[in-house]
């Protein structure tokens, strides 16, 4: 290896990665006293480079493509809704699929990770995601109830500000909410269409804020959330967690560090973090007395299985083989329609925080009439005016003919954005064997760090599950009168990945020869390593993972506070 350098100091804890777990975890531990050093593989952020208020023309890149831009670039992996450095380059940073497989992995490189320009869906996992093989024998329990991490949820929408309103479902459980917008026009008419089918559609729980929380103020709806927020009205790890720790005095921050091993003493106790500076490709080490692994799922794992030692050969925490196993991310689907209803209308501000209307799953007590177990939430999207990204007319220009004004006409009347109502299936997903990730002993990234290949195989429960997703996108837009859009056809068997919820591989348990981390989220055999991000999830309910994630973080950097303070780390 290049030079390896020692810095002197020994930090009480380490934490790798600055995404919503490690945001978390800083945050939480800087408050409470506890001095950590937070490494980062990507560079610093500042507000001013959260571009909200622009055109998408503006914007380096994806012009209007937005998150999924290579859609429409022929399969080449561009950005996401960030200038082109915030994400891991694929060149530098490549990873691999098994022969058979398809795995697509979106991974961005910043203080804030991803959560700077997620899509701020903030669902809490229901009692019965947490205890899946008592509720229909499949998959496997979490080590911990719904009981054990309501507090965690409820201190998490205390201090990020989370929308919503009561409603007493067991399928989405309430939580401390913010006043939520007004539904927009279009989600009326969804919003009634699920009514006639008895599907209840409620208030979006969305992480942005409607009134002034820790300072920050309230969204002003220009509906740009999606390459961050430049007043800091929704969450992001960055402005919401990790910039206020700082003036703590209690955390160092080191970006461009991308973690390459966990060093061990003869005990197997983690005591250094060994990192290349990617500003010099040197490679540096800074000494801890207990490290927190945030790296994200694939990333954690990546890093545990490169930490090799002669007591631990095949990597860090994985005697039992389990590290990288068990790799989930949400079934996924979509649909979209023109609905003639909204055709015609003046043009008016739609603009919000993303959708204001979400159907939570309705059938978690009649799962038996259904053909796959578990469920899943739509998410609304569509309507109103709001500015078209590159493609949008896809579905409108074989509708209409003519030249000039009157076809300009003809689009914005009857086809434009405004009449446009979409649906995204956001389903659970039984673990399985053949989905997991490993190192691939023949490649390695720009730094010389071996690389993860991944394994991907959907099950029928999960194919069956999106069919039916499909049924019920007809059925509501359908019963508004919508024509359902031909295109472009949704793939008979997506990718694995690519809703961007990828987790579990670090999975935690009761059991240490099934699992790799206690109840704490702390490595079963090395006392001093704990992971907070998505690698603990032990399955994959239909929620989006962040609030889970944030709440976990939160609620293992507390107990790591304590063992801190009795000397058991
Ligand atoms: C466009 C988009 C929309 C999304 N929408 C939603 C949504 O609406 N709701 C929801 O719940 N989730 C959503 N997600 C997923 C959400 O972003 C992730 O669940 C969440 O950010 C994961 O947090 P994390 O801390 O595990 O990882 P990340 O946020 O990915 O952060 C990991 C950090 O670790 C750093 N890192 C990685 N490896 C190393 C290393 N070796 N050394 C040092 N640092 C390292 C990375 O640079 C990164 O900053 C969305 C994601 C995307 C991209």
Redesign the pocket.
């Known amino acids: 290896m290049a030079q390896i350098a020692a810095r002197s100091d020994v930090h009480d804890v380490v934490i790798?990665?600055?995404?919503?777990?490690?945001g978390t975890v800083t945050k939480v531990l800087a408050d409470l006293g506890v001095k950590v050093l937070l490494?980062?593989?990507?560079p610093m952020v500042s507000m001013g480079d959260f571009k909200m208020l622009r055109t998408p023309a503006s914007m380096v890149w994806h012009r209007g493509a937005g998150?999924h831009a290579e859609a429409y670039t022929g399969g080449r992996q561009t950005p996401?809704?960030f200038d082109a450095f915030y994400r891991a380059d694929a060149d530098d940073e490549p990873y691999t699929v098994a022969d058979g497989s398809s795995f697509r992995w979106?991974?961005?490189?910043?203080i804030g990770?991803?959560?700077n320009?997620?899509?701020?869906?903030?669902l809490r996992y229901a009692d019965y995601d947490f205890k899946p093989h008592d509720y229909d024998g499949l998959g496997f329990n979490w080590p911990i109830a719904y009981a054990d991490i309501a507090p965690y949820y409820d201190k998490a929408e205390r201090f990020i500000g989370v929308t919503g309103k009561a409603e007493g479902l067991r399928s989405a459980p309430d939580g401390i909410f913010q006043e939520p917008a007004p539904l927009k026009p279009h989600e009326i008419l969804v919003q009634r269409a699920c009514a006639k089918l008895g599907i209840k559609a409620i208030n979006a729980r969305q992480a942005v804020i409607t009134s002034p929380l820790n300072g920050r103020p309230p969204c002003h709806y220009c509906g740009q959330c999606g390459r961050g927020c430049a007043q800091g009205s929704n969450y992001a790890a960055s402005y919401t967690q990790i910039f206020p720790a700082m003036k703590t005095g209690n955390v160092t921050v080191v970006t461009n560090?991308?973690?390459r091993e966990l060093v061990t003493d003869a005990s197997g106790k983690v005591t250094a973090v060994a990192?290349i500076d990617k500003t010099t490709g040197t490679e540096q080490q800074v000494r801890c007395r207990s490290v927190v692994v945030?790296?994200?799922?694939c990333?954690s794992a990546r890093?545990l299985l490169n930490s090799k030692a002669s007591g631990h050969p095949d990597g860090l925490a994985n005697e039992n083989g389990q590290v990288g196993r068990y790799l989930t991310d949400t079934v996924g689907t979509s649909m979209s329609a023109q609905v003639p209803a909204l055709a015609g209308m003046p043009v008016f501000n739609t603009d919000g925080y993303g959708a204001h209307l979400y159907i939570p799953w309705w059938m978690v007590d009649r799962h038996k009439e259904l053909d796959f177990p578990r469920g899943y939430h739509v998410e609304v999207g569509g309507g109103g005016f709001g500015m078209p990204g590159l493609g949008f007319g896809a579905n409108t220009y074989n509708r209409v003919e003519g030249y000039g004004l009157p076809l300009k006409q003809a689009i914005r009347d009857n086809y434009g954005p405004g009449t446009t109502i979409g649906f995204s299936g956001r389903g659970a997903m039984i673990p399985n064997e053949d989905c997991y990730c490993e190192i691939d002993p023949g490649k390695k990234d720009k730094w010389g760090i071996p690389v993860l290949r991944f394994h991907w195989k959907w099950r029928d429960s999960e194919n069956h599950q999106r069919a039916h997703m499909r049924e019920t996108f007809r059925a509501i837009l359908e019963s508004m009168g919508g024509t359902v859009n031909a295109t472009p056809a949704p793939p008979a068997s997506p990718p694995g990945g690519g809703i961007?919820?990828e987790v579990g591989c670090v999975r935690m348990g009761d059991d240490p020869k099934t699992s790799v981390l206690d109840k704490w989220c702390r490595a079963h055999h090395v006392p001093n390593l704990f992971v907070a991000?998505?690698g603990p999830f032990v399955s994959h309910a239909d929620k989006?993972?962040?609030?889970t994630?944030i709440a976990l973080a939160w609620r293992t950097a507390e107990h790591l506070a304590d063992e801190l303070k009795k000397a058991n780390v």
């Not at 979106?106 to 910043?110: P, V």
């Not at 320009?117 to 903030?122: A, E, F, M, N, S």
């Open positions: 790798i990665g600055s995404g919503a777990g490690g490494m980062e593989a990507g998150e996401l809704s979106f991974r961005s490189r910043c990770g991803r959560t320009h997620y899509g701020r869906v903030q560090a991308m973690a990192y945030s790296a994200s799922a990333e890093l961007i919820h991000d998505g989006n993972p962040t609030h994630i």
